[in-house]
């Protein structure tokens, strides 16, 4: 997306279940052998959790290693295959996806459930990277910003205003995954200004 002089540029990458350790060697190797990143952006990668520790060990360059989700629940405790943000800090982990598409679709995580999972985020001071997107069926029937607007206001609900400079709202177009269909720069600036409408 273009940038003006006060919005500052951010690449994600999200490797999703889909890296060996030898996937994590190679990408961080052509990404040490890059001359330099852009001055004027945050870059950030979001491996599996099992290969966090080695890819923050093996970048040279000044990579943002986040997670892929975190659970509700802070501390420790009784919740099998879960990580929280108190241990993802452990790692050294300040950053961190919430509400992507696949949480959302395959793991039925609510606009509820993942506005949860961001404030416990960010309580403890890390950095959220909230996705919001609508499907096939909502883009063609019209309904793209009620649907991003339910989860942004989701979001929204009872978060202190000084939290925001600890959000990143990353758009989705879930629509275009999958079916065939590309979303276009265009289609995906114009959601962009929608939703900076709607935040306004």
């Not at 959302?104 to 609510?110: A, H, I, M, P, Y």
């Not at 177009?173 to 265009?186: E, F, L, R």
């Amino acid at each position: 997306m273009a940038a003006s002089e006060s919005r500052r540029v951010f690449i994600g990458g999200n490797w999703k279940m889909a890296s060996s350790a030898a996937t994590i060697s190679t990408v961080a190797e052509a990404i040490n052998g890059m001359a330099s990143l852009p001055a004027n952006a945050d870059v950030m990668i979001a491996p599996p959790m099992l290969h966090i520790s080695n890819l923050k060990a093996a970048l040279k360059h000044p990579v943002i290693v986040g997670a892929q989700h975190t659970a509700v629940q802070s501390g420790f405790g009784a919740f099998t295959g879960e990580h929280s943000v108190d241990m993802l800090k452990d790692f050294g982990i300040t950053w961190t996806l919430v509400g992507h598409s696949e949480r959302r679709l395959v793991f039925g995580e609510s606009n509820e459930v993942c506005a949860a999972k961001a404030h416990a985020a960010l309580e403890t001071g890390m950095t959220v990277v909230f996705c919001v997107g609508e499907e096939l069926a909502q883009r063609e029937d019209g309904s793209t910003m009620q649907v991003v607007g339910e989860q942004l206001a989701a979001l929204l609900q009872g978060l202190p205003e000084d939290a925001w400079q600890r959000v990143v709202i990353a758009y989705e177009p879930v629509w275009a995954i999958g079916t065939g269909k590309t979303a276009s720069p265009q289609q995906a600036q114009d959601t962009h200004a929608e939703i900076r409408a709607w935040l306004a």
